[in-house]
C-alpha cells in the first residue's frame, strides 16, 4: 500500500507571493493533518480534515488555509508569504476522526523557502 | 496547554552501545507515538504505544500513562540509528477533535 505522498517536495518563493501545497493520504484513510516543523518552533499542528470537514485547527494566522476534497486528499494554502514560513510541512494521514485510536503516518514533507 | 519534554536533548554514543530516551508529559493523554525522523525529514513511525510494552527488533518502548512517561530503548545501537527521535502524545482539544503534541526531540549520534 502506497504511503502518504506530498508534492511539491521544494518550493522557493519570494515574500508575498501564496503557495499551494498538497497531500495524498493512505488508501482508505480519511482524516489529514498537517504540520509545520521550524527550527525554532519545533513541530506544530496547523489543522486537521476528516470527511472534507475541519476538525481542529492550531495557532497560525489566518494566512494558512486548507481544505480536503471528496478522495480525502487536502491541500494547504499559504497567503502573503513571510520570511518566518520557511519551514518543512508536513503531512499525516489516519483512518479515522482525530487520531482517536489510530496511528498517524507522516509525508516526506514539503521544504518551503522564503526569500 | 500540555507540555511534552523530551530527554536528553542530546546523546553521542559509540556503535553497540545501548540508550535509553525518555518522554514526559503534563496531561492525561488518548495516544503515544515515537518517531525518527530521517535526514530528509520524514517522520517514521516506531511505535504507536498509549500504554504498555511493545518490542521491534533492536527497539522498544514502555509507556506508562498514570506516570505520565515513555521510554524508548535502543540496544546495541548502530549508525543507521542517528537522527532525531520525536515523542508525540494525542490529547482531547475539545470533544472529537484531537492534535499531536511532539516533543522537542532527542538527537542521537551513533559514532563507529
Known amino acids: 500500500k502506497a504511503g502518504v505522498t506530498q508534492t511539491p517536495r521544494y518550493l522557493i518563493k519570494t515574500r508575498g507571493q501564496q503557495v499551494t501545497l498538497s497531500c495524498s493520504p493512505i488508501?482508505?484513510?480519511?482524516?489529514v493533518s498537517w504540520y509545520q516543523q521550524t527550527p525554532g518552533q519545533g513541530l506544530q499542528f496547523l489543522f486537521e480534515?476528516?470527511?472534507?470537514?475541519?476538525?481542529n485547527k492550531g495557532n497560525f494566522p489566518g494566512r494558512f488555509s486548507g481544505r480536503q476534497f471528496s478522495n480525502s486528499r487536502s491541500e494547504m494554502n499559504v497567503s502573503t508569504l513571510e520570511l518566518g514560513d520557511s519551514a518543512l510541512y508536513l503531512c499525516?494521514?489516519?483512518?479515522?476522526?482525530?487520531?482517536?485510536?489510530?496511528?498517524?503516518?507522516f509525508g516526506p514533507g514539503t521544504r518551503l523557502t522564503v526569500t | 496547554g500540555i507540555q511534552v519534554e523530551q530527554s536528553p536533548p542530546d546523546l553521542i554514543l559509540q556503535e553497540g552501545a545501548n540508550s535509553t530516551l525518555r518522554c514526559n508529559f503534563s496531561?492525561?493523554?488518548?495516544?503515544l507515538q515515537w518517531f525518527h525522523q530521517n535526514p530528509w525529514g520524514q517522520l517514521i513511525n516506531l511505535f504507536y504505544?498509549?500504554?504498555g510494552t511493545k518490542q521491534n527488533g533492536r527497539l522498544s518502548a514502555t509507556t506508562v500513562a498514570t506516570e505520565r512517561y515513555s521510554l524508548l530503548y535502543i540496544s546495541s545501537s548502530q549508525t543507521t540509528d542517528s537522527g532525531v527521535y520525536f515523542c508525540?502524545?494525542?490529547?482531547?482539544?475539545?470533544?472529537?477533535?484531537?492534535?499531536?503534541?511532539f516533543g522537542q526531540g532527542t538527537r542521537l549520534t551513533i559514532n563507529p
Open positions: 480534515y476528516f470527511s472534507e470537514t475541519q476538525r
Open positions: 496531561d492525561s493523554v488518548n495516544n
Open positions: 504505544i498509549p500504554s
Open positions: 508525540a502524545v494525542e490529547y482531547e482539544v475539545i470533544e472529537g477533535a484531537q492534535k499531536l503534541v
Open positions: 488508501s482508505g484513510h480519511r482524516s
Open positions: 499525516a494521514s489516519s483512518l479515522g476522526p482525530g487520531t482517536w485510536g489510530y496511528e498517524q503516518y
